[in-house]
């Protein structure tokens, strides 16, 4: 079985204040680890982190999910002093945030893989800490999400021409159930079969003949 793994690009310049800043994020999130995907853990109360006794979360489940996420990113890029347009989408039950530059605004900092990663666990926890219910929220900063689907378009097609030079499998890098969701539909669109193998952050595809 052959293996993929996907190409680095140099990072962008960026202000140190703000590189240190979102050091910090995701330093944080390291810290905290919630599940990816769509596993979801016990309910909990609110901040306090406790299961109510019927069994069903005791946080402020009325509020919107969306508006949480937006007043919580809103809040870090006041933080990080930076200005972004934020835009909230609903599909398939799934709330999308988008983050996009405002006037002369540089978000490419926080637009990096890892720091949108990073981001959005912790958009998670602030809107779980609110509703007691599990977010599967989907975050993307200035384009990120499209950058990132493009990529795994490239790890597809060359996933694609190791199948058709003679490999019967080829494994993608791990991956999040959204990403893996992505791969799978890019993988039908070119004709081939594909399948999730392993367990947890090692969870990833392998891309096989249909």
């Known amino acids: 079985m052959s293996s993929l793994s996907p190409s680095s690009e140099p990072a962008a310049a960026s202000d140190p204040a703000v590189d240190d800043a979102a050091l910090e994020v995701e330093t ?39 508006d949480i996420a937006a007043d919580y990113i809103e809040e870090l890029l006041d933080i990080l002093d ?81 199948l058709e030079e003679g490999a019967t499998s080829a494994s993608l890098p791990p991956m999040s159930s959204y990403e893996r969701k992505l791969v799978h539909d890019i993988v039908a669109a070119r004709g081939f079969g594909s399948e999730s193998e392993g367990e947890g952050r090692d969870r990833h595809t392998v891309v096989t003949r249909s």
Request: charged content about 30%; proline content about 3%.
């Open 28 to 66: 944080a999130t390291a810290d905290t680890e919630v599940p990816s995907g769509d596993d979801a853990p016990e309910a909990v109360d609110g901040a306090s982190g406790a299961v109510s006794e019927t069994g069903s979360p005791a946080g402020d489940s009325d509020l919107d999910e969306g």
């Open 82 to 162: 930076l200005d972004g347009d934020i835009d909230i989408e609903t599909r398939g039950g799934r709330s999308y945030i988008s983050v996009d530059s405002s006037g002369e605004n540089d978000l490419r900092v926080l637009s990096k893989p890892d720091t949108v990663t990073a981001l959005q666990e912790l958009t998670r926890i602030a809107v779980q800490t609110r509703t007691g219910e599990f977010s599967r929220l989907i975050l993307d900063v200035g384009g990120s999400r499209a950058t990132r689907e493009q990529e795994l378009t490239t790890l597809v097609d060359r996933a694609v021409a190791r």
